[in-house]
């Protein structure tokens, strides 16, 4: 599967709210790194931060460009209440093995009336 249409069935899995299915288009040593968070590596720990995002959030990925060049696919993406952020993808054998994501974390948590963290 090329990137651009990986990244299109994640995001309607992403929309589903189904962990386990969106795990399963990672590899088993990928990263996902949320800028806004710590680097999650493995499978199984981003299949744990799914399913606590899932739970945490009612989230709806609504994509506005999604790209590709070579290995790599770019979802630039916004949501319902008005938040905007764009994702990095590298695809090596129709699975993602990396993932960098961007988008302001301050405003999900007051868009969704979640605690914030102190610093």
């Known amino acids: 599967m090329r990137p651009k249409e990986l990244i299109q069935k994640w995001v309607e899995i992403f929309n589903e709210g189904n962990a386990n299915k969106i795990a399963e288009l990672y590899h088993t040593d990928a990263i996902?790194?949320?800028?806004?968070?710590?680097?999650?590596?493995?499978k199984k720990a981003i299949k744990e931060m799914f399913e606590a995002e899932f739970n945490m959030a009612e989230m709806t990925c609504i994509p506005e460009n999604i790209f590709e060049d070579?290995?790599?696919?770019?979802?630039?993406?916004?949501?319902?209440?008005?938040?905007?952020?764009?994702?990095?993808?590298?695809v090596i054998d129709?699975?993602?093995?990396?993932q960098r994501g961007y988008w302001d974390k301050l405003s999900f948590l007051k868009m969704h009336n979640l605690p914030i963290p102190p610093e």
């Open 94 to 98: 129709g699975k993602i093995k990396f």
């Open 70 to 90: 070579g290995n790599w696919a770019i979802l630039e993406w916004k949501d319902p209440l008005g938040l905007r952020g764009c994702g990095f993808f590298e």
């Open 32 to 42: 996902n790194h949320q800028v806004a968070n710590q680097p999650v590596k493995g």
